[in-house]
């Protein structure tokens, strides 16, 4: 039952990365090498080849998936960071889910391996870490493009119908003081994730 279990939360990373790249893939390309009208229909032709490669191959990637290496799976989390955060539209609060995947990953390594009790609180933390740097820069990078409006106090002002005046340093208050809060709670899921799976798949 285990196994099942485990195997389907590996369907559920590995399967959407064949759509999702030929939807982006042929999205991107297409603008350059495409008129406008032509540009829907070739990402949606991206996305079904995407689908179709599914078919053949998905099942072998969950099969070898314990094969697999660190390095994958890091490329693997920093593209769905990237596809989170251009979906979302740079909000950052999205990215901090991806802790619970990455911990489940690490975790599922640290219960084949029957790593002891230290094992995995040092695995955890390195997890935390690399989740959270991660995390840092995506927040970065959201604070950036946020800051760069120079109408944003005044959008948020209409936007939310607020009876007051948004300043400047209201909106530092809320990066920083959000931004904090929302590292702390990817180091928190990520740990929980990774101590999470190691014991339920190392319960028998």
């Not at 991107?28 to 032709?45: D, G, H, M, Q």
């Not at 693997?76 to 609060?93: A, D, K, R």
């Not at 909106?171 to 339920?200: D, E, M, P, Q, Y």
């Amino acid at each position: 039952m285990k196994i099942k279990i485990e195997r389907f939360a590996l369907g559920l990373i590995l399967a959407p990365l064949a759509p999702i790249a030929g939807l982006l893939g042929f999205w991107w390309t297409s603008y350059a090498f495409l008129p406008e009208r032509w540009i829907s229909f070739s990402a949606i032709s991206g996305l079904a080849l995407g689908i179709l490669a599914d078919i053949f191959i998905v099942k072998k990637l969950i099969a070898r998936a314990n094969q697999f290496g660190m390095i994958f799976w890091t490329v693997i989390f920093l593209f769905y960071t990237v596809c989170v955060f251009g979906f979302f539209m740079g909000m950052p609060i999205f990215n901090a889910a991806l802790a619970i995947p990455a911990g489940f990953i690490v975790g599922g390594k640290l219960a084949r391996k029957t790593a002891d009790r230290s094992q995995v609180r040092a695995a955890a933390l390195r997890t935390c870490i690399f989740t959270t740097i991660v995390l840092t820069f995506i927040c970065a990078t959201s604070a950036i493009l946020a800051l760069s409006e120079a109408t944003l106090p005044a959008q948020l002002e209409g936007m939310l119908s607020l009876p007051f005046t948004v300043t400047w340093g209201m909106i530092w208050g809320i990066i920083l003081v959000g931004g904090a809060g929302l590292l702390a709670v990817n180091w928190l899921l990520t740990s929980l994730a990774v101590r999470f799976t190691h014991r339920f798949l190392s319960t028998p």
